[in-house]
């Protein structure tokens, strides 16, 4: 159930969907540096982890784990414990009041179990945590907030991407309403939260930024590779899920269309739903020779594939479920090495990657001008070179990790009273 517990008393839980995951660097570069700067805290997660690997700074995390059943037939004596204990406390009536009316709009058995974990929560949660603070709007929240109602306690939300765009209007702004306060990470995201939230200054604008400690300085030469040479081709990489909002049909579709004297090599990082149907796609396109899928990896095999490639790719576009990135950290992992970018100027990724300054943008889902963007930057190494440099300069000075932990900090902490 449990992993050792921390050198010290936590005030803090962090509530989370899955804990540890590869693709959510961002949280646990947060987890870290809260941790390093003296706030103590315990991570409570809705699911096991499925990842077979970790980061290295998920070792570094001392923070104890406390796993929720996933599905509450897996742990019955806890969740009968929960509720019995939920009986009994004052803010039981309120709590079901609650429920039912979120009950009555969204008639899903996930519903059901939100309130089961949040049973076991509450009971479970050490004397010493003060304030919940929960990553995402929409599952992990609405345990939070239950366990929250039922304990007493405060809770404050993050919030991404996924959860912003496809959680209806009606329970992000019951959700913000109940929230001490909310921080989100891109434009777009705010502009949509600050409008349903009863105080539009509820919610705030915090990059999460990269910890460029955690990377080395970029390579100081890349290889001027144009794809003129086939035994040499341009090196394009691409890190991230599998999944809709990524844009990788898009991708192959360009890859596919590349000129047939343009040399050229691709590899994707990362796992997602799907995988499978990228390399038929890839396969069917006559194009499986020139790509590598490689699953997913710890980050500092992905940063040795960044270092050796030449174009990083990443065309993120709205999935038809209404689902859409934020700030991709890939982006600034990418430039953190000084790789040139081509994205597409959607999201939170124009943001950070200003089209023919840090990077090259395409309209979301145009893979034919995501093509030709490729072609042109595959052939040009001086640019890419300038584009790179550019990217590195722009994460250095406007998004390291420092400036968005200290906001965080310092709210936290006047909530936990340490």
């Not at 079901?96 to 929560?121: E, I, N």
Request: with cysteine; hydrophobic share 45%; proline share 7%.
């Amino acid at each position: 159930m449990t992993e050792p517990s921390a050198r010290r008393a936590a005030r803090l839980a962090i509530v989370v969907k899955g804990y540890p995951r590869l693709s959510e660097t961002f949280i646990a570069q947060e987890i870290l540096a809260l941790e390093r700067r003296g706030i103590g805290i315990e991570i409570w997660s809705l699911r096991q982890p499925t990842d077979r690997a970790v980061h290295p700074m998920h070792r570094d995390i001392a923070a104890r784990r406390v796993y929720l059943p996933e599905y509450l037939y897996q742990a019955p004596l806890r969740v009968l414990l929960g509720a019995a204990s939920a009986l009994r406390r004052p803010g039981f009536k309120a709590l079901m009041r609650t429920f039912w009316r979120d009950l009555r709009r969204d008639r899903t058995a996930s519903r059901g179990r939100r309130l089961g974990q949040a049973f076991v929560m509450a009971r479970e949660l050490p004397d010493s945590i003060r304030h919940l603070h929960v990553h995402y709007l929409h599952t992990p929240c609405s345990v939070a907030r239950y366990a929250a109602i039922l304990t007493g306690r405060d809770y404050t939300v993050s919030a991404h991407a996924k959860d912003i765009w496809t959680s209806p209007d009606w329970e992000i702004a019951e959700k913000l309403a109940a929230s001490r306060w909310c921080v989100t990470c891109t434009k777009a995201g705010h502009e949509r939260l600050a409008a349903l939230a009863p105080e539009g200054e509820r919610v705030s604008l915090v990059y999460h930024g990269l910890d460029l400690s955690r990377f080395p300085p970029p390579p100081e030469a890349r290889p001027a590779r144009d794809g003129s040479d086939p035994a040499d081709p341009v090196r394009i990489i691409s890190v991230g899920r599998a999944v809709a909002k990524k844009g990788y049909d898009d991708l192959v579709d360009a890859l596919a269309a590349l000129p047939p004297d343009l040399a050229w090599s691709f590899v994707h990082i990362g796992g997602g739903e799907l995988l499978g149907a990228l390399k038929a796609k890839a396969k069917a396109a006559g194009i499986d020779h020139r790509t590598t899928f490689m699953g997913p990896k710890p980050q500092p095999d992905i940063v040795t594939m960044l270092r050796e490639a030449d174009l990083f790719v990443l065309p993120s576009k709205e999935a038809r479920s209404g689902d859409r990135d934020g700030l991709p950290n890939v982006i600034m992992e990418a430039a953190s090495q000084a790789l040139a970018i081509v994205s597409t100027d959607f999201a939170g990724i124009p943001e950070f990657v200003r089209h023919d300054r840090e990077g090259v943008l395409v309209p979301p889902g145009d893979w034919e001008a995501l093509a030709n963007a490729i072609n042109l930057a595959a052939r040009e190494p001086e640019r890419r070179q300038a584009l790179g440099a550019a990217a590195f300069a722009r994460l250095r000075a406007d998004f390291s990790m420092n400036a968005g932990i200290d906001v965080l900090e310092a709210r936290l902490r006047s909530l936990t009273g340490e």
